[in-house]
Every structure is written in C-alpha cells, then in structure tokens.
C-alpha cells in the first residue's frame, strides 16, 4: 500500500515562508513525476509546479521565482519551498506522485491528504 504524506502547513505573514515536504511510503519500487497543487476556497484545484524524476521542473505562472519544487529520491520525499507568501497563496497544497509498485509494471497516480497554508496577517 502506497501513502503520500503532506506536512508544514500552517499560519503564515504576508511576505513570509514555509516549506512543505511531501513524504511517500509503502510498497514502491519507483517514483517518477510529483507534483504540488492546491485547491483555494471556492475554486477549483490547480496544478502549482512538477518534478520529474530527473529533477526537471515546471511551474505555474503565478508562482514562478517564488516557489521552488525539489525532490529527494533517496528519502522518497518532495519539497515546496514557498518564499514571498501572498494572501492569494492561501489554500490547501496536495502533493500527488506516479508510482510503481513492481518491476516493469505500469505507475499509478496517488494523492496526499492535503496540508492548509494560511497567509494573513
């Protein structure tokens, strides 16, 4: 069984930081591409950046040059380090992952629970 943990979600200043790690756990025998995403109050859910296995990275817009997605494959583990928070950042993060669980077998895309950020002062 495959699980996909978020935490560092929290309460936060406009103009300050936090950073989310997102660990995995279970049978896995690969994890290729993660992603972040979020969901605001009252709309909808939208992807926030992507890291291959490579370490090739892609963000949206609204968060280019203030967010950066890292990954560490030895410890199963994804970062987000958001810098600049804005009030606008304020949602739910979720981290999701295409994971294999056996040698030659296709991935399957899982999910987090999700962790809040809060940006107000």
């Known amino acids: 069984q495959v699980q996909l943990v978020e935490s560092g979600g929290g309460l936060v200043q406009p103009g300050g930081s936090l950073r989310l790690p997102c660990a995995a756990s279970g049978n896995i025998f690969i994890i290729a591409t993660m992603r972040w995403h979020r969901q605001a109050p009252g709309k909808q859910r939208e992807l926030v950046a992507t890291?291959?296995?490579?370490?090739?990275?892609n963000y949206a817009d609204s968060v280019e040059g203030r967010f950066t997605i890292s990954r560490d494959n030895a410890k199963k583990t994804m970062y987000l380090q958001m810098n600049s928070l804005k009030p606008e950042n304020t949602a739910v993060y979720y981290c999701?992952?295409?994971?294999?669980?056996?040698?030659?077998?296709?991935?399957?895309?899982?999910w987090g629970q999700g962790t809040q950020v809060t940006v107000s002062s």
């Open positions: 999701s992952a295409d994971i294999g669980t056996t040698l030659g077998g296709t991935t399957k895309n899982y």
């Open positions: 890291i291959t296995r490579g370490g090739a990275t």
